[in-house]
């Protein structure tokens, strides 16, 4: 069967099916909560009644980031019903409130920090406008709370974090690039040159064992969404100077899943979606005639092919890859 490159009416109710069976199951969960005393004993749904599924916070978010952009995508689609449905029960000005209020915790400074935060601000930019609006204007004082997060901590942020997991830097980046405000959006762009901008000749050590992600593809999609053209495609000649030649292999093999009911192992299929995702996105950047962008391509055909067919069987998996599968193959159309 071939390996679909672009989003359907059919597959995103199958990637729907599959986010609407986990954003609302609350168990089993890993709570990211520190305990100040016995009373901070509590479970998922009471600490986050907005974002208590998918087994832990940030995935929950990301499930509603990907029925949003299929409700946007497909609004007659078969599991529209159900997405609003959902939308309507939990982004409300209660659980809202409740969640923006979880932040206030003395204990909870680095609550998700970066990865819940940049897909919290990828939700509300999903949400601006859909529907009316009315889930984005719930949701606004929580995404305010998190890009005011971000405005405290970049300047204070002196080292970069190149890892393929959650506290990546350019993935926080990457996906907070899609807010509307001009002066945070500054602050991310300027924080990608300190952190991104000297950086040559990349040797791509990946990937470790437990990443989801590319740290050197993502490391360039953050500098392709945040830097103008003429100043991006410069640094990636510089970035990746043998790409035309394949190289370094690495980026261009599919990493191998040994056992998809671990948690840490199967994160090895989010990193052929998110390289999928990348090589996708750095060929829309590259002119027209330039050889590298039929190598982008051809690498992003390989890791989707790779990734597609696993994301669904096992809950370690299923709670999280269908929204980077949605990644892969609508964010660079």
Not at 13 to 34: F, T
Not at 66 to 94: E, N, S, V
Not at 289 to 295: A, C, I, K
């Amino acid at each position: 069967m071939q390996t679909p490159d672009r989003l359907t009416a059919p597959l995103a109710d199958r990637l729907a099916a599959i986010a609407l069976g986990h954003v609302s199951r609350e168990y089993p969960n890993k709570l990211d909560h520190v305990l100040n005393g016995p009373g901070d004993l509590r479970g998922p749904r009471e600490l986050h009644p907005a974002f208590y599924g998918s087994f832990d916070w940030h995935s929950c978010v990301h499930g509603f980031w990907m029925l949003a952009r299929l409700l946007r995508r497909f609004p007659a689609g078969a599991a529209a019903p159900a997405i609003r449905a959902l939308f309507d029960a939990h982004l409300t000005d209660a659980t809202i409130a409740v969640e923006r209020a979880y932040l206030d915790r003395p204990l909870a400074r680095g609550f998700e920090r970066p990865y819940g935060w940049a897909w919290l601000l990828k939700l509300a930019a999903e949400l601006d406008g859909l529907e009316g609006g009315r889930w984005a204007r719930a949701l606004a004082p929580l995404a305010a709370a998190f890009a005011g997060r971000f405005r405290d901590f970049l300047p204070r942020a002196d080292y970069l974090v190149r890892a393929g997991v959650h506290s990546n830097t350019a993935f926080a980046l990457a996906l907070a690039a899609d807010v509307a405000d001009p002066a945070l959006r500054a602050l991310l762009r300027d924080k990608a040159r300190a952190w991104y901008g000297a950086d040559a000749d990349c040797q791509a050590w990946e990937p470790s064992g437990d990443d989801f992600l590319s740290s050197a593809l993502i490391e360039a999609e953050c500098l392709r969404r945040l830097l103008p053209p003429a100043e991006f495609l410069p640094w990636l000649d510089r970035f990746l100077p043998r790409l035309a030649r394949r190289e370094p292999a690495t980026l261009f093999t599919p990493a191998r899943v040994a056992d998809r009911s671990d948690g840490k192992i199967v994160h090895l299929d989010g990193v052929n979606l998110s390289r999928a995702w990348c090589w996708r996105a750095l060929a829309t950047a590259l002119p027209e005639g330039d050889p590298r962008r039929s190598v982008a391509r051809g690498a992003a055909a390989g890791h989707l092919a790779a990734g597609l067919p696993h994301l669904a069987g096992d809950y370690m998996g299923e709670h999280w890859l269908a929204s980077f599968a949605v990644l892969a193959l609508d964010e660079p159309a």
